[in-house]
């Protein structure tokens, strides 16, 4: 009894402490949520913390470079001061993730666990009180309504990416996926199971075909459009899911349906390079990016540059492994989106000087990049090979190959590689590779710059997917831990 009123306790103190940036309006100023979330003013000042939210937990490092670094497209700069100038280590919070080695109890992604869930409860209370909302039309709860629920499906999505393994790992998908909680936590204490991970999915196409339905022309809060969600970038992660699902004909009709009617045009060649150099935008062809904090100078205090950056010799942790970079033509322009830098390295325990590759994506105030029309392109072209429309396939990977000046494919033959390599150059440091891997059954090899145990594994493998935080199973009993963990 003494055990079970703890875990209670746990699981209280943990819901308050998961709500307290959602209430916080200002620096010291707290309010509760029935007072907050009684008018329209109060349930849009929920959405935007929301948004604050999602923006920090998915630019955190423990998911903007995890399908990258696991799959090979990046390694570690050495350490540029100190004692331990020119060494080469991982990073503290990937370290055990990074060689496949995380633990459940001291698990490296336990914030990434439970501040999804938070999102997710934060998400439940603006929908269950923004239908009793009195000064707001009905198109205005339903774009907030729309906008919470492409919220509540992308945190469920980015879990089992992490959490689960993929969808054709079992024949049915009877595996385990995440638990989707659909009730906030203000409603009662709940200890529910993980679904399979085909209801995982079947809940998340419900809830982002329902918001698909609800929106309207406009976001429910001012500001830059391509930092919310709306109809078209709610529309392509559904038709990220139904690529992950292999529901090729949904997968291709809805790529189709962005690429032919949201307005959208890929980035031309002249202004490719140049557009991800800008700072404070994102590129032209952004279905949503979220845009970074800034104080009240405008100034940013963190971005995906802290990652990726480079700034006259002040440089962050992660830079292209030449396994990336030597995949690239020399025509190719998207080799123009590498600065090669050299930097300080310990060599058999001499200092020498050793080049390295930064990404130009990600420089400035970048914020991250969750939807593309590349990407888009991309998709329909794997549909439609899948759905046997090879030649409709290929055109849709010249198109982006073109665009970069690279040569173009003339043959059908080997076309699933050279989707999957398309996919690679095209999306690299935007999170896709290791995951791409996985749902093709392939196993990672991580040649240039690999520091790890495990360098190199082969598909299925038990550690593709993370443990379950200890935290999280010590409050619900019946949640299960993944295997092997």
Not at 180 to 191: F, Q, T
Not at 283 to 311: I, R
Not at 421 to 442: A, N, S, T, W, Y
Request: proline share 3%; glycine share 4%.
């Amino acid at each position: 009894m003494n055990y079970l009123k703890y875990i209670t306790m746990a699981f209280l103190i943990f819901s308050l402490q998961s709500c307290s940036d959602f209430l916080e309006q200002e620096p010291g100023t707290q309010t509760s949520i029935d007072e907050l979330l009684q008018n329209k003013e109060g349930v849009l000042i929920a959405l935007k913390g929301l948004y604050r939210s999602v923006e920090s937990t998915v630019r955190e490092e423990r998911f903007s470079v995890y399908g990258d670094l696991q799959g090979g497209n990046i390694k570690f700069t050495p350490n540029s001061s100190g004692n331990s100038l020119g060494q080469i280590t991982p990073g503290v919070n990937l370290r055990e993730v990074y060689s496949f080695e995380d633990v459940a109890e001291t698990s490296n992604s336990a914030s990434f666990y439970s501040s999804n869930y938070s999102i997710i409860n934060q998400a439940n209370l603006i929908l269950e009180y923004t239908p009793k909302l009195t000064d707001a039309t009905e198109t205005e709860k339903n774009q907030i309504k729309a906008e919470a629920l492409t919220i509540r499906a992308y945190a469920h999505f980015i879990l089992s990416q992490i959490y689960c393994q993929d969808y054709g790992y079992t024949p049915d998908a009877s595996h385990l996926g995440v638990i989707y909680s659909k009730e906030s936590i203000k409603s009662g204490l709940k200890y529910p199971k993980r679904e399979t991970l085909a209801n995982t999915y079947s809940l998340i196409i419900e809830d982002l075909k329902s918001a698909i339905d609800s929106y309207s022309d406009a976001s429910a809060m001012s500001g830059p459009a391509y930092s919310y969600f709306n109809r078209n970038n709610t529309k392509a992660l559904l038709a990220r899911v139904y690529l992950y699902k292999k529901d090729w004909t949904k997968a291709y009709e809805t790529a189709n349906d962005i690429i032919a009617n949201s307005g959208f045009t890929l980035v031309n060649t002249a202004d490719l390079i140049s557009q991800w150099a800008q700072p404070d935008l994102p590129v032209s062809e952004a279905l949503l990016e979220f845009s970074v904090p800034k104080d009240s100078e405008s100034a940013t205090s963190t971005s995906m540059a802290n990652y990726f950056g480079y700034n006259s010799g002040t440089y962050a942790r992660y830079v292209a492994s030449n396994d990336l970079v030597n995949l690239y033509e020399n025509n190719d322009l998207r080799k123009q989106l590498f600065l090669t830098v050299n930097l300080p390295t310990l060599v058999n325990g001499v200092l020498t000087s050793a080049p390295y590759n930064f990404t130009r994506k990600f420089q400035d105030n970048a914020g991250y990049v969750a939807f593309r029309l590349s990407e888009l392109y991309l998709i329909r072209a794997e549909a439609a090979l899948e759905n046997n429309q090879p030649s409709l396939a290929m055109a849709d990977v010249n198109t982006i190959r073109a665009r970069a000046n690279a040569t173009l494919l003339t043959s059908t033959s080997n076309l699933k590689e050279d989707i999957l390599l398309e996919r690679r150059k095209e999306l690299c440091f935007e999170g896709h590779l290791f995951f791409d891997l996985v749902r093709h059954h392939k196993g990672i090899t991580r040649n240039d710059g690999c520091i790890s145990t495990n360098c190199s594994m082969a598909y299925p493998s038990l550690k593709f997917v993370l443990p379950i935080p200890q935290y999280n199973i010590n409050l619900n009993l019946n949640l299960q831990q993944n295997e092997s963990y």
